[in-house]
Nanobody, 134 residues
Framework: QLQLVESGGGLVQPGGSLRLSCAAP????????IGWFRQAPGKEREGVSC????????NYADSVKGRFTISRDNTENTVYLQMNSLKPEDTGVYYC???????????????????????????WGQGTQVTVSS
């Protein structure tokens, strides 16, 4: 079963940057479309960004457009979330997630058209904490 591992979180001042990584040791991550989600204290988990398996389709939540960039490096077998101009409201636990391969094939490049399909993701990482505070 696919296991996802996030890393790169930490404490950063407002206006700073972090780069989160999502890896899958022992699996070809380039076969999977990947979503990034976050959950702030006392709030529901929300979709932040998404990239399809081919890398040809991306999506971002309005709250992070222009500040966050999702990418994948197949040689590193890793998906990244570059977060710039961080704000205190970006604080939360960040998760990467992936749907089953059958779902990836079914949806193809349209998988990332919506970020509001949390229930359709099958594999989740343990999360990495991002805290934006002065």
């Amino acid at each position: 079963q696919l296991q996802l591992v996030e890393s790169g979180g930490g404490l950063v001042q407002p206006g700073g940057s972090l780069r989160l990584s999502c890896a899958a040791p022992g699996f070809r991550l380039d076969h999977y479309s990947i979503g990034w989600f976050r959950q702030a204290p006392g709030k529901e988990r929300e979709g932040v960004s998404c990239i399809v398996s081919t890398g040809g389709s991306l999506n971002y939540a309005d709250s992070v457009k222009g500040r966050f960039t999702i990418s994948r490096d197949n040689t590193e077998n890793t998906v990244y979330l570059q977060m710039n101009s961080l704000k205190p409201e970006d604080t939360g636990v960040y998760y990467c997630a992936a749907p089953k391969l059958t779902t990836v094939v079914l949806y193809g490049s349209s998988w990332c058209n919506s970020l509001a399909k949390e229930d359709e993701y099958d594999y989740w990482g343990q999360g990495t904490q991002v805290t934006v505070s002065s």
